[in-house]
């Protein structure tokens, strides 16, 4: 029977898996990158996807025929270049 938990030796393309409270915790051992759901799997279709963006495999600037497509002017951005506050660096 395998277990799991949020410490001990650490083994290639490992992920920890492990209850506190009501929500799992995910973790992928290697970038450190570590998610919550409230089931196992919701858990670790949240580590994909947040591993997907660690590793920059998605997400991406719009280009602006997308913006325009929702009805954004990108010529009227007026915060230039400046990274939102929000977006940790």
Do not use: C, F, Y
């Not at 196992?40 to 580590?47: K, P």
């Not at 994909?48 to 998605?58: F, T």
């Amino acid at each position: 029977m395998a277990s799991s938990s949020s410490n001990g030796p650490v083994h290639e393309a490992e992920i920890r898996l492990w209850p506190e409270e009501e929500w799992w915790i995910a973790k992928d051992v290697e970038t450190g990158v570590t998610t919550q759901g409230s089931s196992r799997r919701i858990a670790l279709d949240n580590l994909d996807d947040a591993v997907a963006l660690h590793d920059g495999d998605r997400g991406r600037k719009p280009t602006d025929d997308e913006l325009r497509e929702l009805g954004i002017d990108p010529t009227a951005n007026e915060t230039g270049n400046q990274t939102p506050p929000d977006v940790l660096e």
